[in-house]
């Protein structure tokens, strides 16, 4: 190969037509949109991203193979975060299910529509840990907990590629953003990430180990500065902790522009400086919406300035990936085939189940849910994200499928067609005060006069008046979730409190349903109510999912994947946490308010009750290379099946580092009919003890009691110990 032609298979560009169709308008920012038609001939990337078209994408393969003397084919990559034609909830919602099992059956789904459309490899997993709700990508992600982000990242990539690269109806997993974005400064998205060696070990690589021990293909490195240096030239990262301490054998892809973004951050001086730092540092492809700065990297090799051995360890990781996904056998499509893979009817109802497991039930004063659909007659579903299919999802590949998503208003008319009477009205409006990346693909509507505003709240006031129970839906539009979708305050936006105060004057019965990709300050909402149920932007079903269990044909068994605050000024807040010297007042550390959680990690309520038994053990020490078997019993005392996620937690007492007060460390979600019990166990071995002690910057193992605790959330307060033996030691 000349170093043209390698520098091409490094190269990965924006497909800008494919992603807006001929006269829809851009994102701002994006270069014009022309056709990759002659780079692809010249043979000058090897990679392009957002094909999803079968026909596209076999006229991109036919360039490159026909067309170029090496005759190598494309990788063909999209983002397939929470579906590609069929939309399931976002990921915090599936996080919210505990169920990585059907977590890695729906990316099943998801890879088997994209690889059937022509697409090798999508830039998912998102598995950042994010522990400010500020920033607009938590949404992406399993939430705050290292051990159950790690469990849904290792489900996602099983689920996206199968039992290996190549797999039939797979594709490649590229998890994402390595490393620490979720702690960038502020919940800004895109500003600098500051962490200890201990805050990187112990809380943001674990998913990122999870995932690479899975056999994730590709790894995304992230935009921002991470203890000063980007980390998309990071060589601590990408090379001593990605490629040596985690032992990932795949290549690293850059997210969008981020070696052009090193001229931006400061970093490098002009383009070629920075994809000669970004490519030594361990950067194996640059992906671009613009010409790509890996372009200088031929007069860069040449002149000595990069190794020719780096180039070509880069090139040979993306051939050895084209050829683990057969590109080089069979780089087309079945075009015929294409669309039957998408109107599989499994898949919509797969959709459905997971928004379903997704539900939290937050709030439920004197059994105010279910809502009895015999002793209605009028229903009001009120609020603004009340009959908004694009706010339960939207795929940019497929906008059609809009038509064929559930709002809560149409949820609730299915439910309910032929018992009783639903209408619905907005009441308010909302808008972001700076606009996102999608405002090119969503047309905003026209903003209301003050006049009509308030003749819009009259017009929910009089629809409650003469409803028998009002479904008020809450929250945030989807458009102020994701990327460029950080706020600087949790409070319900526009004036949803408002449209509430004035329904509940009404004194009907109001429950709450929210419409989320955060928590929210509830402040207004949570005492007003007696009932409130977390419905996520829960996808193509979502509606229906929602109207399920309004009606008590699901009981809700989610929980919440993240320490819920009360109030932006809480944030950042998490469990696990350490004791500090003065743990009896931890509640009390603001004299304005409580310093306790709205709700903790791992919280969320039923229509029935459960008991779990305190925990036994069939050991009571953990000696080197041993195991113990924890077990409880959990019974549903209530009336009604349900579903109760068992959770485990423990707590070193002693040792070289002081250690977060509780740690999850095992969890199963239990399906129970009324009055059933069932004996839950978990194991632990050294693996579950071990920590980064950040002194003697390695993973160790410390001798001494630790606490064992089982229950339904981070509070549980059914009770053991058990002992590790041995000497303080290393660990594996």
């Given at each position: 190969?000349?170093?043209?032609?390698?520098?091409?298979?490094?190269?990965?560009?924006?497909?800008?037509?494919?992603?807006?169709?001929?006269?829809?308008?851009?994102?701002?920012?994006?270069?014009?949109?022309?056709?990759?038609?002659?780079?692809?001939?010249?043979?000058?990337?090897?990679?392009?991203?957002?094909?999803?078209?079968?026909?596209?994408?076999?006229?991109?393969?036919?360039?490159?193979?026909?067309?170029?003397?090496l005759?190598?084919?494309?990788?063909?990559?999209?983002?397939?975060?929470?579906?590609?034609?069929?939309?399931?909830?976002?990921?915090?919602?599936?996080?919210?299910?505990?169920?990585?099992?059907?977590?890695?059956?729906?990316?099943?789904?998801?890879?088997?529509?994209?690889?059937?459309?022509?697409?090798?490899?999508?830039?998912?997993?998102?598995?950042?840990?994010?522990?400010?709700?500020?920033w607009?990508?938590?949404?992406?992600?399993?939430?705050?907990?290292?051990?159950?982000?790690?469990a849904?990242?290792?489900?996602?990539?099983?689920?996206?590629?199968?039992d290996?690269?190549?797999?039939?109806?797979?594709?490649?997993?590229?998890?994402?953003?390595?490393?620490?974005?979720?702690?960038?400064?502020?919940?800004?998205?895109?500003?600098?990430?500051?962490?200890?060696?201990s805050?990187?070990?112990?809380?943001?690589?674990?998913?990122?180990?999870?995932?690479?021990?899975?056999?994730?293909?590709?790894?995304?490195?992230?935009?921002?500065?991470?203890?000063?240096?980007?980390?998309?030239?990071?060589?601590?990262?990408?090379?001593?902790?990605?490629?040596?301490?985690?032992?990932?054998?795949?290549?690293?892809?850059?997210?969008?522009?981020?070696?052009?973004?090193?001229?931006?951050?400061?970093?490098?001086?002009?383009?070629?400086?920075?994809?000669?730092?970004?490519?030594?540092?361990?950067?194996?492809?640059?992906?671009?919406?613009?010409p790509?700065?890996?372009?200088?990297?031929?007069?860069?090799?040449?002149?000595?300035?990069?190794?020719?051995?780096?180039?070509?360890?880069a090139?040979?990781?993306?051939?050895?990936?084209?050829?683990?996904?057969?590109?080089?056998?069979?780089?087309y499509?079945?075009?015929?085939?294409?669309?039957?893979?998408?109107?599989?009817?499994?898949?919509?109802?797969?959709?459905?189940?997971?928004a379903?497991?997704?539900?939290?039930?937050?709030?439920?004063?004197?059994?105010?849910?279910?809502?009895?659909?015999?002793?209605?007659?009028?229903?009001?579903?009120?609020?603004?994200?009340?009959?908004?299919p694009?706010?339960?999802?939207?795929?940019?590949?497929?906008?059609?499928?809009?038509?064929?998503?559930?709002?809560?208003?149409?949820?609730?008319?299915?439910?309910?067609?032929?018992?009783?009477?639903?209408?619905?009205?907005p009441?308010?409006?909302?808008?972001?005060?700076?606009?996102?990346?999608?405002?090119?693909?969503?047309?905003?509507?026209?903003?209301?006069?003050?006049?009509?505003?308030?003749?819009?709240?009259?017009?929910?006031?009089?629809?409650?008046?003469?409803?028998?129970?009002?479904?008020?839906?809450?929250g945030?539009?989807?458009?102020?979730?994701?990327?460029?979708?950080?706020?600087a305050?949790?409070?319900?936006?526009?004036?949803?409190?408002?449209?509430?105060?004035?329904?509940?004057?009404?004194?009907?019965?109001?429950?709450?349903?929210?419409?989320?990709?955060?928590?929210?300050?509830?402040?207004?909402?949570?005492?007003?109510?007696?009932?409130?149920?977390?419905?996520?932007?829960?996808?193509?079903?979502?509606?229906?999912?929602?109207?399920?269990?309004?009606?008590?044909?699901?009981?809700?068994?989610?929980?919440?994947?993240?320490?819920?605050?009360?109030?932006?000024?809480?944030?950042?807040?998490?469990?696990?946490?350490?004791?500090?010297?003065?743990?009896?007042?931890?509640?009390?550390?603001?004299?304005?308010?409580?310093?306790?959680?709205?709700?903790?990690?791992?919280?969320?309520?039923?229509?029935?009750?459960?008991?779990?038994?305190?925990?036994?053990?069939?050991?009571?020490?953990?000696?080197?290379?041993?195991?113990?078997?924890?077990?409880?019993?959990?019974?549903?005392?209530?009336?009604?099946?349900?579903?109760?996620?068992?959770?485990?937690?423990?707590?070193?007492?002693?040792?070289?580092?002081?250690r977060?007060?509780?740690?999850?460390?095992?969890?199963?979600?239990?399906?129970?009919a009324?009055?059933?019990?069932?004996?839950?166990?978990?194991?632990?071995?050294?693996?579950n003890?071990?920590?980064?002690?950040?002194?003697?910057?390695?993973?160790?193992?410390?001798?001494?009691?630790?606490?064992?605790?089982?229950?339904?959330?981070?509070?549980?307060?059914?009770?053991?110990?058990?002992?590790?033996?041995?000497?303080?030691?290393?660990?594996?």
């Amino acid at each position: 190969m000349t170093v043209e032609e390698k520098v091409g298979q490094i190269s990965q560009r924006f497909d800008i037509a494919s992603l807006f169709p001929a006269g829809a308008p851009a994102i701002p920012g994006m270069p014009p949109i022309t056709p990759l038609d002659d780079v692809i001939g010249k043979g000058q990337i090897g990679a392009v991203l957002f094909v999803h078209d079968p026909a596209i994408a076999n006229r991109y393969q036919r360039l490159a193979v026909e067309k170029t003397r090496l005759k190598i084919p494309l990788l063909l990559g999209y983002d397939v975060v929470w579906g590609l034609h069929t939309m399931f909830p976002v990921p915090l919602a599936n996080a919210a299910s505990f169920d990585p099992a059907g977590v890695e059956h729906d990316q099943a789904i998801a890879a088997a529509e994209a690889r059937a459309q022509g697409i090798h490899w999508t830039f998912a997993p998102m598995i950042d840990i994010a522990r400010d709700p500020r920033w607009g990508r938590i949404v992406e992600g399993a939430g705050e907990d290292p051990y159950l982000g790690a469990a849904i990242a290792r489900a996602q990539v099983k689920g996206f590629q199968g039992d290996h690269i190549g797999a039939p109806g797979h594709i490649i997993a590229g998890p994402k953003h390595f490393v620490g974005y979720g702690a960038s400064v502020g919940g800004r998205d895109y500003d600098s990430a500051y962490m200890s060696e201990s805050e990187l070990h112990n809380v943001y690589l674990p998913p990122f180990k999870a995932a690479v021990d899975a056999g994730a293909g590709n790894v995304m490195s992230a935009y921002m500065d991470f203890n000063d240096v980007p980390a998309s030239a990071n060589k601590y990262l990408l090379k001593d902790v990605l490629r040596g301490e985690l032992g990932f054998k795949g290549w690293v892809v850059t997210d969008a522009s981020a070696v052009h973004n090193l001229v931006k951050q400061g970093f490098a001086a002009d383009k070629a400086d920075a994809a000669i730092r970004a490519i030594t540092a361990g950067v194996d492809m640059e992906m671009s919406m613009a010409p790509n700065a890996f372009a200088t990297l031929v007069d860069s090799v040449k002149a000595g300035k990069v190794p020719m051995a780096r180039l070509d360890e880069a090139v040979r990781r993306v051939l050895i990936a084209k050829f683990r996904m057969g590109l080089f056998e069979n780089p087309y499509v079945d075009e015929t085939a294409a669309k039957q893979a998408l109107d599989d009817p499994a898949h919509p109802a797969a959709a459905q189940a997971a928004a379903e497991r997704s539900l939290v039930l937050l709030k439920n004063d004197g059994k105010a849910l279910p809502l009895d659909p015999g002793a209605l007659k009028h229903v009001a579903v009120i609020g603004p994200m009340a009959d908004s299919p694009k706010d339960m999802t939207i795929s940019l590949a497929y906008p059609e499928q809009a038509a064929n998503t559930v709002s809560v208003f149409k949820g609730v008319s299915e439910r309910l067609q032929g018992t009783a009477t639903v209408e619905t009205t907005p009441g308010v409006q909302l808008f972001r005060l700076n606009e996102g990346p999608l405002a090119g693909l969503i047309k905003p509507p026209a903003r209301w006069s003050q006049q009509q505003a308030a003749a819009e709240i009259q017009k929910a006031v009089d629809l409650a008046k003469r409803s028998d129970v009002v479904v008020m839906t809450l929250g945030e539009s989807l458009s102020m979730s994701s990327e460029q979708g950080s706020q600087a305050d949790l409070a319900l936006p526009g004036n949803q409190r408002q449209l509430l105060d004035a329904v509940l004057a009404t004194g009907k019965k109001v429950v709450v349903v929210l419409i989320n990709g955060r928590p929210l300050d509830l402040t207004g909402v949570y005492d007003k109510v007696p009932a409130v149920l977390e419905g996520w932007h829960g996808g193509m079903r979502g509606g229906t999912a929602i109207a399920r269990a309004l009606f008590g044909d699901v009981n809700p068994g989610g929980k919440t994947p993240i320490t819920w605050p009360r109030s932006v000024g809480q944030v950042p807040i998490y469990y696990a946490h350490n004791l500090t010297h003065n743990p009896d007042t931890a509640d009390k550390r603001y004299w304005d308010a409580p310093s306790t959680a709205m709700f903790p990690f791992g919280f969320g309520l039923s229509y029935t009750t459960f008991t779990i038994a305190p925990p036994t053990m069939d050991k009571t020490e953990l000696m080197p290379g041993g195991r113990i078997a924890v077990s409880t019993t959990v019974t549903n005392t209530g009336a009604r099946p349900g579903d109760e996620v068992v959770q485990l937690y423990i707590h070193q007492r002693a040792g070289r580092q002081s250690r977060p007060i509780r740690l999850l460390q095992g969890f199963q979600r239990v399906s129970l009919a009324a009055g059933e019990s069932r004996q839950v166990t978990f194991t632990l071995d050294e693996s579950n003890v071990r920590y980064w002690n950040s002194i003697e910057r390695t993973w160790v193992i410390d001798p001494g009691t630790f606490d064992v605790w089982v229950g339904n959330s981070s509070t549980a307060d059914a009770h053991g110990t058990f002992n590790v033996g041995g000497a303080p030691r290393p660990a594996n």
